[in-house]
């Protein structure tokens, strides 16, 4: 083992674990690194001292001799609004960064990954590929929803009706005490549960594991198993670069298809991949995406909420819908292939233990998992379109577009920060019929903030969310729902033709044929030909923005981030 052959090299490290408490006997036992985002920062890992405590002890008891180590994760619910939110996409590379230095730094054998949300599950996932050891990664499980199915991401339409007076002071407060009654992931498919399934579909996660609601208690037993599992990987040296192949990622992205997954997935499927010496391109998403049918009935696309994915089967039930798709043969971290591990769930009593919750709630599986002749839509959520406003591609999550916006030519209404499109959607100030721009947001313009609050806006207002669209090189909650096309690239910080447009540009969406263009302006149509005239005699005119980030992380990241269809990582951190 690794940490045998270190101690060696290092006398040092023997009194330096004796004086933390290690007994003389734990030196030459396997060392596993238990590695959590543990922190009161939010529900998504004010439990976590929980599962590391169940694992400690599972790996105790299997012979290995676990060590505790923390990098905390902010919350992207609580970053909403203000500046805080342009920390969030960075927060991933540094918490990545950061275990890679509590791996490096200190011998270990291999390590448990305890993590839930948006930003921790995928830099975790990141950091395992990227430091190639035998790893385990355990899913922090999914909250329980509050009284009449009340789910956080329902806040944000409330708020937007307080806003419009539309409800009162002391009913918002009522949604707003009673939308997070425990701790998980916010109760819907948004990124942190997105990404807990996505662990487990690429096959660095127990069989089962993603999403389980923590009030059930099958967390702490998929911990001890985890636990267990780590000691017997340090001894097997079966490491992430085996698991993590481009069969797996195919896989994850079905899965993500099936599910109508998270937006923000686009930008973190492609960075772990790219830690493993991979490299996902977008349209591999459209591809997948265009042939497995989205079946999950779970907000925000569908109508259920988020715990009651683990109760009709979670991720293996959705695998078994779309098995004539998936390759079955890829190894995963149980030491067994994707198929022999599906095979086993069917035998050991999984699904019945996940069904004894339907029973209870009185809903059948077909409610939550549709079968896969009679899907929710043929196609999967997401779709890149391309086209001389993006020529590097951009993300919309077109399961949640009206039809009357799939095909549609709107007039530009330009905003060079949310906060003032925000505003103009609240005051009424946006009209049926336009095309409202964010720009100014992506990776080096501000670190990438979600816009989520301005989505809300327009989802909650009945004309607007069939009448609109919201285009931005920022990103989206994976709550958001409506009209939003994001990720728009090359951003404007970088020139992209976004950072040209101007009001009363014609933008065509036509999202079928995968397509986002400038086709007019001053109301005016005009000629591709045309239009190329006018962009390039605009970018003349252009004059790149002064970065308002002079000092700090922020500084660092937004000077060596690569682009949002790419992944959005700092490349110099590689």
Request: charged share 25%.
């Amino acid at each position: 083992m690794k940490s045998q052959e270190l101690r060696k090299k290092a006398p040092e490290l023997d009194s330096l674990r004796l004086g933390s408490g290690w007994k003389i006997e734990d030196l030459s036992k396997p060392q596993i690194i238990v590695e959590s985002s543990f922190g009161h920062s939010h529900p998504g890992s004010a439990h976590l001292d929980r599962l590391v405590n169940v694992a400690d002890k599972a790996i105790f008891d299997r012979g290995g001799r676990p060590a505790n180590y923390y990098a905390t994760d902010m919350c992207d619910g609580e970053a909403q609004g203000h500046d805080g939110m342009n920390y969030s996409l960075v927060s991933r590379d540094i918490i990545a960064a950061m275990v890679e230095i509590h791996v490096k730094a200190t011998p270990f054998d291999a390590g448990v990954f305890i993590s839930s949300c948006d930003k921790s599950a995928p830099a975790h996932l990141m950091a395992i590929a990227r430091i190639d050891m035998p790893s385990v990664f355990v899913p922090g499980g999914i909250m329980k929803a509050g009284p009449n199915m009340l789910t956080l991401e329902q806040i944000g339409k409330y708020s937007a009706m307080y806003e419009r007076n539309e409800i009162t002071e002391g009913q918002f407060m009522e949604y707003k005490r009673d939308a997070c009654p425990t701790c998980g992931a916010c109760s819907f498919m948004g990124t942190a549960s997105t990404m807990q399934v996505m662990a487990e579909a690429l096959g660095v996660a127990l069989p089962g594991s993603a999403l389980i609601p923590t009030h059930t208690g099958g967390l702490e037993h998929i911990a001890k198993l985890s636990g267990e599992r780590a000691v017997e990987l340090a001894k097997e040296d079966l490491k992430p670069s085996d698991i993590l192949t481009i069969k797996a990622f195919e896989n994850a992205i079905m899965v993500h298809a099936a599910i109508a997954g998270s937006s923000n997935s686009l930008l973190h499927i492609p960075a772990i991949a790219h830690e493993a010496g991979l490299t996902i391109e977008p349209e591999l998403f459209d591809t997948i995406h265009r042939k497995i049918p989205f079946i999950l009935n779970i907000r925000p696309s569908g109508f259920w909420p988020g715990e009651y994915y683990w109760y009709a089967g979670g991720t293996p039930a959705i695998m078994e819908e779309i098995k004539e798709f998936l390759h079955l043969d890829v190894m995963t971290v149980t030491g067994k292939t994707l198929g022999e591990n599906l095979e086993e769930l069917k035998r050991n009593g999984y699904y019945e233990e996940c069904h004894k919750y339907l029973k209870i709630n009185n809903v059948s599986k077909a409610d939550i998992i549709r079968p896969i002749n009679d899907p929710i839509r043929k196609e999967g959520a997401i779709a890149i379109l391309k086209g001389n406003l993006a020529p590097e591609g951009a993300v919309v999550k077109h399961s949640a577009v009206s039809p009357k916006l799939m095909q549609v030519t709107l007039k530009a209404r330009v905003f060079d920060c949310e906060e003032d499109a925000l505003n103009a959607v609240l005051k009424k100030d946006i009209i049926a019929g336009e095309a409202v721009f964010i720009r100014y947001e992506g990776p080096k313009g501000s670190g990438m903030p979600e816009m989520f609050y301005t989505t809300e806006a327009i989802a909650s207002d009945a004309e607007l969310v069939e009448s609109i669209a919201l285009i931005t090189d920022g990103r989206f909650s994976g709550a958001t729902r409506g009209p939003a096309i994001g990720h728009v690239s090359p951003e404007a910080s970088e020139g992209g033709p976004i950072a040209l447009v101007e009001n009363g540009d014609l933008i065509q969406i036509d999202i079928p044929a995968r397509g986002l263009n400038i086709i007019g302006t001053n109301g005016v149509e005009r000629s591709l030909a045309e239009i190329d005239k006018i962009l390039t005699e605009r970018r003349k005119n252009w004059i790149k923005p002064k970065s308002r980030f002079n000092k700090g992380i922020l500084s660092i990241y937004t000077r060596n981030c690569v682009s949002p269809m790419k992944g959005g990582y700092m490349e110099d951190l590689r």
